[in-house]
């Protein structure tokens, strides 16, 4: 264990401003703010090219260490020593040998909603809009006179030492393999999903040979707050006029019917989907509308249309965050002034600091589309946070993976300013 990551045990108290002066002179010294203990055991022992597995780091440790007992000037001490640390590029959501991120840390501690807590909320959402802007402005240079020596393997360099690139190769093959089995999975790649086939189950639609859960029947309480929030501003001589991107299992649908709007819009683009939607009857309903097809596709020739709507829901499978930013491009185009707009928002529900961040960036992405946006907290049932189990106690039984983990469920509400 290196001296920095003994400082970060916080084991001295009180905790005063010695901490913070020998935490600078360690990052002013070269010593990475994300300088790992597997990392110092590995120069320790003197192991070379072994990859790491995990990385405990300087946040993990101090959020493993704060003192429950902790006096207000320890309290400010302890946060200026985060700052510290994150100002020199610490990694708010890095993992370490027990899959959890310096936030995971600090709410199994107790610490949810502490000040320590919104630090490392507030560095995610910093964070994440850095790395868009970044991404955004990358300018891929093509120029003949930029061009690279490849040496093949084991040719001589200039410096006449042999390039030996094994650890490189292997590197690279893991990477690759990584990018290869998202790019294949259904739950990640939207063209994979559409093609892959589908699975009604009692209380659940999944991927017939994955069992990739697609849609489950425990989001019923979360698809009527759907459903309210898409009426809330209900127009008289029902003249309401709605939305729906994603048909799943119709649960909000099914909803929506109850409600007897004058026109039900369902945009939908898995074809065993539609198939169900057809064996059941929504393509004849007087006053449903399906959109066959990526809503890519269809919804935004409904502007063209002139179609306007009361209410938006979103909820679709394998689309990311970057794919709801296409999407408020429509929205505001789309809704009536007293319209009200809203989705499912698992948005990083796997972890409870990814979520919280996730609440933030989505209330700033809205807020530049001129839509404000109100959370509601709901409780998602509790079979939600037990693993799967041979009683059956959790929703996750035969489910390929947990897509929710969250004690709370933040239900948004988002309407022009």
Known sequence: MSELHELCRLADRPINHDYVSKLKHYLKEGIPATYTLEEAYHVE??????????????????????????????????????????????????????????????????????????????????????????????????????????????????????????????????????????????????????????????????????????????????????????????QPDNDHCVLNIGFGMGIIDTMIQKKKPRKHYICEAHPDVLAKMKEEGWMSKENVVVLSGKWQDQVSELLSKGVFFDGIYYDTYSEHYEDMLDLFDLVVGLLKPEGVFSFFNGLGADRRVVYDVYRKLVEIDLNNYGLSVSFKELVPPKETLVEPTETGDSVWNDIRRAYWSCPVYYHPEAEFM
């Not at 590029?89 to 600090?106: E, V």
């Not at 094994?166 to 939207?190: F, G, W, Y």
Request: negative net charge.
């Open 45 to 234: 022992n003197g192991i070379e090219d072994r990859e790491l597995t995990s990385t405990t780091t300087p946040l993990h440790i101090i959020a493993s260490h704060i003192p429950q007992d902790a006096t207000e000037n320890e309290e400010a001490i302890i946060l200026e020593m985060l700052d510290e640390l994150l100002l020199w590029g610490a990694g708010w959501s890095l993992i370490d040998k027990d899959n959890q991120t310096p936030g995971c840390i600090l709410d199994k501690r107790g610490f949810y909603g502490s000040e320590y807590w919104n630090t490392i909320v507030n560095a995610g959402v910093r964070a994440e809009i850095l790395l868009r802007k970044v991404e955004d402005n990358i300018e891929f240079i093509e120029d003949e006179s930029l061009s690279i020596d490849e040496k093949p393997l084991g040719e001589k360099p200039g410096d006449g030492q042999y390039v030996n690139t094994k650890a490189q190769d292997d590197e690279d093959n893991a990477v690759e393999k990584i990018r290869q089995q998202l790019q294949d999975d259904p739950s990640n790649t939207t063209s994979i999903y559409l093609k892959t086939k589908l699975e009604y189950k009692v209380g659940a639609l999944v991927t017939k040979d994955r069992g990739d859960g697609v849609m489950m029947s425990w989001e019923d309480t979360l698809m009527q707050a759907g459903c309210d929030s898409m009426f809330k501003n209900e």
